[in-house]
């Protein structure tokens, strides 16, 4: 077969996580087994760096404008094999664009690690809601195949598609080995309990303070590590008084700020949103060889089971489990050995890597 063309437009350029994880950390692997794969994304660092709301809003047009464009150019002079789309191609506009590429015979994937067709079809804003609930499911509907990373995305898309594929949301697992294997823990006396988020996921950790601050009363020498936690959402003396230590997000320090912990918690509300989302603070912490703790909610349920962590659903089994790895290392050394052999076997880039080209083969071939 001749060398293979995609394009993937992306949501977001290198510095969005989704983006990064789930396009641009396949472009090496990508070109290395014969596929050229140009990557254009709607919001770039503009986006990400606009000081003020004007900024971002002008940020924002721009992006929208420059996507257009482009679409216009595959429309009428396409010379891709196959389209990769992060989602949608415009958020908060009907799926005109997607229903035209069906209409032209260009193929396209669309690949979701979120529930986001519940920002229409949940939205508070009537207007949203009644025009969009139903924009996901055209975009489905038009495209030749879907990925999804768990079974609530694949079973909403299975409404509306055939050509459903599982990929999970995955590391470049030779950084992960290299970083472990480089790697010297800090001295110290405390025991580690660590998350890793973002803003909008900061929420989930303020449902167990309660949590955080009978542990630390009842074993001294416990901290908790917040990696990439909203600082706006606690005091610094509220920090101080449950032992928490709030570390900024960085690509470069992730993995040695995780290799830190003792155990990697992931707490979520059991609702649609967080349904659908694909467990990549577990991936993480497994990827790290550490034992996990987390809401029984999504696909955590699938990826925690009796021998590599605990699925928790109140205060009572959070404290529970917390003191059951606090009391017995030898628990959470199997435990971390376990995880990371099935980061090995089931979630890690290369294995998704020939999944994900067997899948654009396939409906290349099928033209």
Request: hydrophobic share 40%.
């Amino acid at each position: 077969m001749e060398k293979i063309k995609i394009l993937a437009l992306s949501k977001y350029s290198y510095e969005g996580p989704s983006s990064r994880y789930r396009f641009y950390n396949y472009k090496q692997c990508f070109e290395k087994n014969g596929i050229d794969m140009d990557i254009y994304p709607l919001f770039n660092k503009d986006y990400f760096t606009a000081k003020n709301s004007f900024d971002k809003t002008a940020a924002a047009a721009k992006a929208y404008i420059k996507r257009v464009i482009i679409l216009f150019k595959i429309l009428f002079f396409n010379s891709y094999d196959l389209i990769l789309i992060e989602y949608e191609l415009l958020p908060y506009f009907p799926a005109i664009f997607e229903k035209l590429l069906k209409l032209r015979g260009i193929k396209y994937i669309v690949d979701y690690d979120d529930a986001i067709f519940h920002r229409y079809d949940m939205s508070s804003n009537l207007f949203i809601k009644k025009f969009l609930s139903k924009k996901i499911a055209n975009v489905i509907k038009n495209a030749s195949a879907v990925i999804a990373c768990n079974s609530y995305l694949e079973n909403y898309a299975a409404k509306y598609n055939k050509k459903i594929y599982r990929l999970p949301t995955v590391v470049l697992i030779d950084r992960y080995i290299q970083k472990c294997v480089n790697y010297q823990k800090k001295e110290s006396k405390n025991f580690i309990v660590g998350w890793i988020g973002s803003k909008s996921t900061s929420v989930y950790i303020l449902e167990i303070l309660d949590v955080f601050k009978e542990f630390k009363n009842k074993f001294q020498n416990v901290q908790f590590n917040l990696i990439g936690f909203d600082k706006s959402l606690l005091s610094e003396e509220k920090a101080k008084e449950y032992g928490i230590n709030i570390i900024p997000w960085s690509e470069e320090s992730e993995i040695e700020n995780i290799l830190e912990f003792d155990v990697g918690i992931m707490p979520l509300h059991n609702d649609p949103w967080s349904q659908g989302k694909c467990g990549f603070k577990l991936i993480q912490y497994m990827s790290c060889k550490k034992p996990i703790i987390a809401s029984p909610v999504g696909i955590n349920c699938e990826i925690v089971q009796e021998d590599n962590g605990f699925l928790v659903s109140n205060n009572k089994e959070w404290l529970e489990a917390l003191e059951k790895l606090y009391l017995n290392k030898e628990l959470r050394v199997k435990m971390s050995n376990r995880n990371f052999k099935k980061i090995l076997n089931l979630f890690n880039n290369n294995k998704n890597c020939k999944s994900y080209i067997k899948i654009i083969k396939e409906l290349i071939i099928t033209q």
